[in-house]
């Protein structure tokens, strides 16, 4: 079974179905929690447990910069500080990865919407200057991602077929 689907992948009438699947699977999964995420709510209880500001993009991820030593007022905040320093001295990844992740446990606790964490993904990326303890939180939903990917692949695979042609037609 395994190897049929390998070699149906290859083909864009797969990759055109895969597309059209993961769009009904995101249009479900955003109709279930977007109350929940986009929600001034989630933003507000974002601000108090992570201390940042939550914006949303054009694609509809929510975003923020934080630094845990830092507070929503720009004051260094003791109370929140992780003192895992590295060679850098700055914060270790995994320390702050596991500060926020218990951070987001409580967050997940206060909505109504179950399992909302099975349909969103957070990423934490450092940014800024490397001796500062900046990190850049996406939120995303996990389908719009696969959504996004399955799109990309079926767009790849047209341009190639597409440039395959123009050289058949040039040659021809």
């Known amino acids: ?12 009438i797969y990759k055109i179905f895969a597309f059209i699947e993961s769009i009904y699977y995101y249009i479900k999964d955003y109709n279930k929690i977007s109350d929940a995420f986009y929600s001034n709510e989630f933003k507000n209880i974002c601000k ?15 975003y923020g910069v934080i630094n845990p030593m830092i ?3 720009g004051k260094i905040d003791a109370s929140s500080m992780i003192i895992e ?7 270790n990844i995994e320390f702050i990865k596991n500060w926020i992740y218990r951070q987001m446990s409580l967050v997940g606790t206060l909505f109504k919407t ?22 850049l939180i996406i939120f995303d939903i996990v389908s719009r991602q696969y959504m996004s990917k399955c799109c990309k692949k079926m767009l790849i695979q047209l341009l190639i077929y597409g440039i ?5 037609i040039i040659l021809i």
């Open 1 to 12: 079974m395994k190897l049929l689907k390998k070699i149906f992948s290859i083909f864009l």
């Open 48 to 62: 108090k447990y992570l201390k940042c500001d939550i914006n949303k993009d054009w694609l509809g991820r929510l």
């Open 71 to 73: 507070d929503i007022n």
């Open 85 to 91: 320093i590295d060679g850098n001295n700055t914060n």
């Open 114 to 135: 179950q399992h909302l964490y099975n349909y969103i993904s957070l990423d934490i990326r450092k940014v800024g200057p490397k001796n500062y303890d900046n990190y």
């Open 164 to 168: 395959i042609t123009g050289i058949i």
